[in-house]
């Protein structure tokens, strides 16, 4: 399917929706929603992150324990082998107040608690019944298989439950040997590692279910491999060697997001440690291969997070838990206090004609020798953000599909370029996971243009710094519009309007008119829900948890599905 051009949808997994679901999507539902797609002009379905996650409230899939295990709150309970036939989707003998709550938003601690009190039950009796002997020699043999990445991952599970935590460092065994030795070791703690294996076994056989029922509907998966890895995970723990703790990785500060104090000023602190990549390349980048390799067992193509780490990544002399503490402090007052260590780009920065070509050597070197270790998927880079002009031209030799926001692709006049002048080898969309959708901006921007018409026609308003600010925004509002309206082929008096569907239906006609062989829409911006999925530099709250309000099979009769399918259709995508 390389080059063919197609429509996708991004559709988290924690999203999706099912009759007698467990309050959180799930892959039977998925499976629902692949049908959904064959049906309506949607070509891939691009997915976040889907390894296991940690234990807080609203986890994000982008700080996952582990590179390559999945997670196991997304497996279809009524697949599982083992849950015994009389037990309903809702057991009756569970308290009621731990059935997941909430209908629009995933409510984690129930739902763990809800998921693997069933999952533990079902354990139990595939380990002892007779009728699931030959299931448990397929699953010991595949234990055998995966041994490579599987033995320490079920280790640091088993001693994170022991020990209370992820945070590995707070452990009272530190050396991993003798971490190996202390689960081998007890009886009780080898039997958990082997029910988190059979858990990951579990993952590992209905993944393959979707994979196979995707390729018989002809709808691609898009993964979504991380940058980073969680600090507070297996591989950190076992393979310490591998990754350089003293810094935390992140992106500049660029005024995006300055709802939030800490990301408007310092920039996003992720806290994820960076990569020894010269150790990595001593081995032919065997770690990335691994995590490549056993992604792509799900996935035909896939997106890597803010590649532009391959090349350098800003990075902090502090983690995210001290933020506040360095909130108020100017630049060298923070400086002070790293023992005269900066937040800055790593290895280097791109100050001069050296440093960046050898950035671009090395961003080049890494990538190249991923792909040719791992051919075949179609691979999306996402290249947004602070881009060094070198980036975009290697990632195009590399065949690697970059983004293209539209209206943040000016020429240097300011002018929108058209859609129809992409590298083929891209990725349009309006918007992304850590963005509201297109909708909810497009109506803050002519908000203030109408502040500022108002403000502009009243007498009285005096001519201070705050109006001088009312208009100015209200200025780089109405070009952002005008922009927009432009790359829809609209008027500028056709531009200057609220939000409504003959907007929606030029711009997203625009889209996917596109010369960009991929063309997406987060499932917010077509279906018309005003919510965000994740505010950058934040944790908890709505984060990573709203829920579609319907199922694929209802999906079906709204119109937005039909509208679909006829502009898939119209722009030759299906």
Known sequence: MQGKRMTGVLLPLFSLRRDADAGIGDLKALEEWIDWASDHGVGFFQLLPVNELGDEDSPSPYSAISSIALEPLYLSLERVPGVPSSLPPYPADLPPLQLPGGRDLVDYPRVRNYKYTILRRAWENFYREEQYASLRAEFFAWVEQESAWLEDYANFRVLSIAFGSTAWWEWPVQDTDMARAFVAQDEQASRQKLYRQWLQWLCAREWAMVRRHADEKGVLLMGDVPIGISVASADVFFLRYLFDMEWSGGAP?????????????????????????????????????????????????????????FYRIYAFPWMPSRNAEFLPLSPDEAAARCGGRRPGFRPRPDDTPEQRRANLMQGDTLLRTILRATPGPIVVGEDLGCVPDYVRPDLSRLRIAGFKIPHWECDPLGSIIKGDTYNPCSFATFATHDFPPLSCDWKEWFSRVEQGRSAAQDPACPLDDALRDTLRIARDCGATLCRLGDYAGLSKKESLVDWNPTIK????????????????????ELFDIPIRLNLPGTSGGTNWRPRIPFTAAQATDLPQSAWLLSLSKESGRC
């Not at 994820?272 to 001593?282: E, F």
């Not at 711009?507 to 062989?517: D, E, P, Q, T, V």
């Open 505 to 524: 239906t030029a711009l997203y006609r625009g889209l996917l008119m596109s010369r960009a062989n991929y063309a997406a829409l987060m499932w917010t």
């Open 253 to 309: 500060a660029e005024g995006n997001f300055a709802e939030e104090p800490f990301t408007a000023k310092w920039g996003q602190n992720w806290g994820i440690p960076l990569y020894r990549w010269d150790v990595m390349q001593n081995d032919g980048m065997a770690w990335w291969v691994q995590r490549i390799r056993k992604l792509t067992e799900i996935f035909r193509m896939y997106r890597i997070d803010h590649i532009l780490g």
